[in-house]
């Protein structure tokens, strides 16, 4: 019998988690580790909230499905919820982030076709990540990610991020149904978006008749310190796709989009047989209550600040450090050298982060880190930065 029963499409480190409280993880042995990484963005609740758990106990003993037949007071509240929030108006649940994007694509398309326009293909950015679906994969950048699934969908172009010459003539150069573009880019090094570049992008739509879709799935629901990331730029896509947080950890993805946008679906050209159960739509509405009306926005915002001055103060010391990138509680230290060995020295001293790049560690902690928390961790990233910077005088050595 094989002894690894798993098809090997992760690469995953010898840790087992058992259990986590707050910021923190425990594994069979009862160690700890500081979690930055939040279940790459998902736990902003951390682990075992209390009324999170309160809230799943309850729904868990009455009513864990009943289909998209039938509707229930859980998801029609965290729908309006959504709504308001965003400020769009129709919203659409199901399981993850590739889905939430997949449907974004069909709504695009669909909305053309209903126009008499059809328009099939998309416009994407450079260094962009939107799911490993087929579709969600064909507007993907990274091409080692496409090449063994080709051929994917035709008709996607792929523009250099900030390049507003290149964006406004691809727009204008071809009848493209859609642009998606995260306005915080997660997978390539945490590269946010110029605020001129997205409002360029949302007047280049509206001139050319393209819908925007802002994929928020890792960037949003909070993450940066305002609902949605865009918001700093004043913009307010088409349809916005979210997932990761907003089931409090529960698997829930969902798109929000215009009226005019979103009714183009018609009973029977989409659905999910799981998206919006009352599971992930109880955790989902706790997580929400959280954020917007006890005060976890505004602790992100400060909290984010303060890490990111503490990263910066790293940076401005060690040799190895280059530049921080992002905002909120998503961040990024760019380095000098290799971060393996610095996310190896975290690991060692129970701090849970990732390289998103072979240069870059990625900073995704829940929302609820605490000061003393977050003290923690830049010291110790202080202490590993003091490694590498020795690895770096020793590779100037002649």
Known sequence: MNPDPFIPCYRRLPLRFVRGEGARLFTEDGR??????????????GHAHPRLVEALRDQAGALLH????YRHPWGD????????????????FCNSGAEANETALKIARCHHHDLGDPRPGFLALEGGFHGRSLGA???????????????????VEWLPPNDQAALAAALRGRRAAALILEPIQGES????????????????????????IHDEIQCGAGR????????????????????KPIGGGLPLGAVIARAEVGKVLRPGDHGSTFGGNPMACRGGLVFLEELLDHGLLERVAEGGARF????????????????????????????????????????????????????????LPPYVLTDDEREEALSILDRALDAADATLHRSDDP
């Open 189 to 212: 090094g945490v590269h946010p978006l110029e605020e001129g570049y997205l409002q360029a992008a949302r007047d280049l739509c509206d001139e050319t008749g393209t819908l925007l």
């Open 137 to 155: 994969l064909s507007i993907t950048a990274k091409e080692s990610y496409r090449r063994p699934f080709e051929p994917l969908l035709h008709g």
């Open 77 to 92: 509240e965290l729908a309006t919820r959504l709504a308001e929030a965003s400020g769009l108006d129709l919203v659409f």
């Open 66 to 69: 009943a289909s998209n037949l």
């Open 308 to 363: 990111r001055e503490g990263l910066e103060e790293l940076a401005e010391r060690h040799p190895s450090a280059r530049e921080v990138r992002g905002r909120g509680y998503m961040l990024a230290l760019e380095l000098e050298v290799p971060a393996a060995p610095v996310l190896d020295a975290l690991l060692g001293e129970g701090v849970l982060a990732n390289a998103v790049t072979e240069t870059a560690l990625r900073f």
């Open 32 to 45: 700890p580790y500081l979690d930055l990484l939040s279940g790459i963005a998902v736990n902003a609740l």
């Open 224 to 243: 940066t310190g305002s609902f949605l990331a865009a918001e700093a730029a004043g913009v307010v896509p088409d349809l916005v796709t979210l997932a």
